[in-house]
């Protein structure tokens, strides 16, 4: 079993940074691919970026691809999501996803394990 909390979260205006945390407790955090996901109102959760085991290992979401950094630091049983130059369609609720597996997944379905989620607001 995992638990994940997100923090981070909060209103920016565009072009501003934020950096997204989330912590695990549990066993084996080094086991886990993460994720973040994204869910805007009235819209379907998407997938933002995921990271396999080895934090060399990343993926992105093509509209976040050079502006957004996902890390992990397997010591702290953290995973990360730096965003920068935040656009106001960045605004969602975004959410951090634990997979028992080693590449990173683009897929929801491939997650075992969520978090509650933190809020991002982007104001233009």
């Known amino acids: 079993q995992v638990q994940l909390v997100e923090s981070g979260g909060g209103l920016v205006q565009a072009g501003g940074s934020l950096r997204l945390s989330c912590a695990a407790s549990?066993?084996?955090?080094?086991?886990?691919?993460m994720g973040w996901f994204r869910q805007a109102p009235g819209k379907e959760r998407e997938f933002v970026a995921a990271i396999g085991r080895s934090s060399g290992n990343t993926d992105y979401e093509d509209s976040v691809k050079g502006r957004f950094a996902i890390s992990r630091d397997n010591a702290k049983n953290t995973v990360y999501l730096q965003m920068n130059s935040l656009k106001p369609e960045d605004t969602a609720v975004y959410y951090c996803?634990?997979?028992?597996?080693?590449?990173?997944?683009?897929?929801?379905?491939?997650?075992?394990?969520w978090g509650q989620g933190t809020q991002v607001t982007v104001s233009s």
């Open positions: 996803a634990a997979a028992d597996r080693r590449w990173p997944s683009i897929l929801i379905n491939d997650y075992n394990y």
């Open positions: 549990g066993r084996q955090f080094s086991r886990y691919a």
